[in-house]
């Protein structure tokens, strides 16, 4: 992260249990373990500390040439930093593809949001 100058932020990205998806909804802060159920369709226990942190779900639009998406937080901005490739000459004209992105921010946080990102070389096939 120090490359694109966020070298202080931490990732707090979030990757559901096992079993467990987004069902969708608005994007209010999930602050409950009855919530996250709810949210996510299941019974696995989150593995969130919800008296510290509360888990958020927003919707980002990816492009073709997209590898991931991290988040990280530096206190003040939480950054969404987008890894992309170089797209190969044989590839299809780009189609944005809309995707949940989960993050557990500090419980009841005031943060900026920013976007970020990084090239990634990548051979063509």
């Known amino acids: ?8 932020a931490k990732p707090i990205g979030y990757r559901a249990p096992e079993g467990c998806s987004w069902k969708g909804g608005g994007e ?6 009855a919530a996250f159920h709810a949210a996510f369709g299941c019974e696995a226990p989150s593995g969130i500390d919800f008296a510290k942190g509360e888990l ?17 937080d530096d206190g003040a901005t939480i950054t969404f930093v987008s890894r992309q490739r170089s797209p ?6 780009p189609m944005p593809i809309g ?10 946080a005031e943060r900026r949001t920013a ?11």
Do not use: N
């Not at 958020?56 to 990280?72: E, F, N």
């Not at 995707?99 to 009841?108: D, E, G, L, Q």
């Not at 976007?115 to 096939?125: G, Q, W």
């Open 88 to 93: 190969c000459p044989s590839e299809p004209p």
């Open 56 to 72: 958020r779900v927003v919707s980002r639009t990816l492009s073709p040439a997209t590898i991931g998406i991290d988040v990280v």
């Open 28 to 33: 209010e802060p999930i602050r409950s373990e």
């Open 115 to 125: 976007d970020a990102t990084c090239k990634v070389t990548m051979p063509c096939r």
């Open 99 to 108: 995707v949940p992105i989960a993050y557990v921010a500090p419980a009841k």
């Open 1 to 8: 992260m120090a490359a694109i100058g966020l070298g202080r």
